[in-house]
């Protein structure tokens, strides 16, 4: 079993909806979770960090995080082409394994005019 | 303020061969951290240093890999001799703070990465 999980996609979104982006992650233990954003060819940069269940919003991201059930999402509104890229979900683990973050394959999104 | 920078960007070299990528993390981050993403697969934590010290070094594939930052400041991986399944993208990525921390708004810092073909 991976520690990250994600659906490879690609998910294809109409411009102007919500696309909802899902991740599990088989350490109970973990601590931070995080959504990447990676352009091709580009390095990863980071759009979210959640730390405590419920939901984080910022802008027209919003962070959702269950620690129950292993599982955190990032729901985009009013997608726009420019949101098309390769979302990495990403978790550190609890002590001697939080000094590193896991990440999961990506979930390629594309946003259609 | 400059960013997390990588060099090279790109490196073709023969199998056998050695190669060696620098990483300048932004100034003033103590922590240091080498990732890299082979073909197909997630991006894999290779190690970590708090100033010049490995604080982990649980991600590294083999003896074939040397990271070092002396003085603390910037680092090299050498790969020596390189493998065909070494290729990939290296990225090198810097905090403030230690992720151990768990401190909410702790984040690193991703450089553009390295990117390593082994022929």
């Known amino acids: 079993q991976k520690e990250v999980e994600q659906n490879s996609g690609p998910l294809s979104v109409p411009e102007g909806a919500i696309a909802s982006l899902n991740c599990t992650y088989s350490?109970?233990?973990?601590?931070?979770f995080f959504w990447y954003r990676q352009y091709s060819g580009k390095s990863p940069e980071l759009i979210m960090s959640?730390?405590?269940?419920g939901d984080k919003e910022d802008g027209r991201f919003t962070a959702q995080l269950n620690k129950a059930s292993q599982y955190v999402s990032l729901l985009i509104r009013d997608s726009q082409p420019s949101d098309s890229a390769t979302y990495l979900c990403?978790?550190?683990?609890?002590?001697?394994?939080?000094?590193?973050?896991?990440f999961g394959s990506g979930t390629r999104l594309s946003i259609r005019p | 303020e400059a960013g997390v920078t990588q060099f090279p960007s790109h490196s073709v070299i023969e199998k056998g061969q050695t190669v060696t990528l620098r990483c300048d993390p932004i100034?003033?981050?103590?922590?240091l951290y080498w990732y890299r993403r082979v073909m197909g697969k997630e991006i894999k934590f290779l190690l970590h240093?708090?100033?010049?010290?490995?604080?982990?070094e649980s991600g590294m594939p083999n003896n074939r890999f040397l990271a070092e930052r002396t003085g603390g400041t910037y680092s090299t991986l050498k790969v020596q001799p390189a493998e065909l399944e070494d290729s990939g993208v290296y990225f090198c990525?810097?905090?403030?703070?230690?992720?151990?921390?768990?401190?909410?708004?702790?984040?690193?810092?991703f450089g553009e990465g390295s990117w390593l073909t082994v022929v």
């Open positions: 990525a810097s905090s403030q703070v230690s992720l151990a921390t768990g401190e909410p708004g702790n984040t690193i810092y």
């Open positions: 350490d109970r233990g973990s601590q931070s």
């Open positions: 959640i730390y405590s269940n």
């Open positions: 990403a978790v550190t683990g609890r002590y001697s394994s939080a000094s590193k973050i896991i």
């Open positions: 100034s003033g981050h103590d922590n």
């Open positions: 240093f708090v100033k010049e010290s490995k604080q982990d």
